[in-house]
């Protein structure tokens, strides 16, 4: 099975993306399942991981209502206020949805760089794992060292780092990133994205401006922690779907078959479904 761990879907009239903007052009109109269906099928895509675009619980709602009415999306990874007070409870009734796999707080817009690292968070957390819930990290490089507080503070966590947490591959300085990335690897329950990173590059990037990062990732994560997933439609700002799977499929394309086949989908089951006890 081959899965893309990581695509969105939205509905602007819905009011609640406030970063999708105008600005963002060729992205800042609707995209549902009939956008994606025939890009999967000429990619040979079986499912897919719909993951969370606004901070809002009516979206996790309205994600789970397309998801179960897509065959493809095997699992949808939301959004819960993880400050509240009542966070614990949210989160309990969230996951009575067999859909939802996982919640996604959008840490990299959170002004506080240490927001992760904060213990009052933790009723939150405790609740993730005991509904067998998944955690999306989606982050900066400046959040890895927060991050590594709270995977001390919870080590049964099912934790991914989207995107890789971002590395600066326009300027080409990643060695803070690559010391602080090494160190979220050590921790066993902790999954990586290669995804989200054609974005973080200049418009003429190439398969060769991303190598470095995935050496490293795939040095530091090893073939049966890195998980594929294309950051779809958001990667249409810098390449087309076909060329984001060509260019995974070339990176590992020296891996054995075993693991080529899990970074491009027995990875992605084994984090989000296995762990919920789905096919």
Request: charged fraction near 20%; hydrophobic fraction near 45%; aromatic fraction near 8%.
């Amino acid at each position: 099975m081959r899965i893309d761990a990581h695509q969105h879907f939205w509905t602007l009239a819905r009011g609640d993306y406030g970063w999708l903007t105008p600005a963002l052009g060729p992205i800042h109109r609707d995209f549902g399942p009939a956008d994606l269906a025939p890009l999967l099928a000429e990619q040979r895509i079986d499912r897919t991981i719909l993951v969370q675009a606004a901070p809002t619980e009516a979206e996790t709602e309205f994600m789970l209502a397309v998801a179960a009415r897509t065959t493809f999306v095997a699992g949808v990874v939301g959004w819960c206020e993880f400050e509240a007070p009542d966070a614990a409870e949210r989160i309990a009734r969230l996951s009575a949805d067999p859909l939802l796999v996982g919640l996604r707080p959008m840490v990299h817009d959170i002004a506080d760089p240490d927001w992760l690292a904060r213990p009052d968070l933790a009723p939150a957390f405790a609740a993730l794992i005991a509904h067998g819930l998944t955690f999306d990290a989606l982050l900066r490089p400046q959040h890895l060292k927060p991050l590594c507080v709270l995977l001390a503070r919870h080590p049964t966590l099912a934790c991914v780092v989207d995107h890789a947490a971002k590395p600066n591959l326009v300027s080409g300085e990643i060695s803070a990133w690559r010391q602080d990335i090494s160190a979220v690897a050590t921790h066993q329950q902790v999954f990586c994205k290669l995804s989200g990173l054609a974005t973080e590059a200049n418009e003429d990037w190439t398969i060769e401006t991303l190598r470095p990062v995935f050496d490293h990732l795939l040095a530091s994560f090893g073939p049966d922690r890195l998980i594929f997933g294309s950051d779809w439609p958001v990667l249409t700002l810098r390449a087309g779907y076909a060329r984001w799977v060509g260019t995974v499929e070339e990176l590992i394309a020296d891996l054995p078959e075993a693991d080529r086949a899990a970074i491009m989908g027995g990875n992605a089951r084994r984090f989000y479904l296995s762990y919920r006890g789905r096919n």
